[in-house]
């Protein structure tokens, strides 16, 4: 089977723009999670879909969102971009909600 | 909602030494308790996990304990080697929300 996979891999933004990223997950999953890593700050989890409704949100500002198609592709949007927002974002499918979580290689961001 | 707790946050071994990773959860309802390995420059990945109806579960170098009493599990790396040196994530899953630790950075020393 192929892996996750996630475009872009990586993306130059300056502050106040808006960005979309893009997860693919593992054939046959249906649970996409998304996560933020930063140094210092472990895996911050973001938002959970499963057959394209939302079931779990962490602590993040309204400005991030994101959705999910019948296919189970995802997609995460991140508007009015801050300097803060630079990291490393991590999507991960899985084949339950909160099951095995299979990683992508991630979307390096760069606010500047 | 789920909080975990790991301890160390940075870990240095000597090759051949033991390493040993803990965390606290305070969902009494969790289930489920996987570990990552993140090697330098990599996506995390599944190491081992164990459920709530297992004390230990051990697969070569690897084991895995848990309390569901006093509601804690850890991470036992025997005999390190450097390809072990990484970042070791923890995780528990209750209400079906994974939440993760902060990370350990193990470093194996030659």
């Known amino acids: 089977k192929a892996g996750v996979t996630q475009t872009p891999r990586y993306l130059i933004k300056t502050r106040g723009q808006q960005v979309t990223l893009s997860c693919s997950p593992i054939?046959?999953?249906?649970?996409v999670s998304w996560y933020q890593q930063t140094p210092g700050q472990g895996l911050q989890f973001l938002f959970e879909?499963?057959?394209?409704?939302?079931?779990n949100k962490g602590n993040f500002p309204g400005r991030f969102s994101g959705r999910q198609f019948s296919n189970s592709r995802s997609e995460m949007n991140v508007s009015t971009l801050e300097l803060g927002d630079s990291a490393l974002y991590l999507c991960?499918?899985?084949?339950?909600?909160?099951?095995?979580?299979?990683f992508g290689p991630g979307t390096r961001l760069l606010v500047l | 909602g789920e909080n975990v707790e790991q301890h160390p946050s940075t870990l240095s071994v000597q090759e051949g030494d033991s390493a040993v990773i803990k965390c606290t959860y305070s969902?009494?309802?969790?289930?489920?308790f996987p570990w990552y390995k993140q090697e330098l420059g990599k996506r995390p990945q599944l190491i081992i996990d164990?459920?709530?109806?297992?004390g230990e579960k051990k697969d070569q170098r690897i084991a895995v304990t848990l309390n569901k009493t006093a509601k804690h599990f850890s991470l036992h790396i025997t005999e390190t080697q450097p390809e072990d040196s990484a970042v070791y994530f923890c995780?528990?899953?209750?209400?079906?929300?994974?939440?993760f630790g902060a990370g350990t950075t193990v470093t194996v020393r030659a």
């Open positions: 054939s046959g999953h249906r649970s």
């Open positions: 969902d009494s309802a969790s289930n489920y």
């Open positions: 995780a528990a899953r209750g209400d079906y929300k994974l939440s």
């Open positions: 164990i459920r709530s109806n297992v």
């Open positions: 879909y499963f057959s394209e409704t939302q079931r």
């Open positions: 991960a499918s899985s084949s339950v909600p909160a099951g095995d979580q299979y």
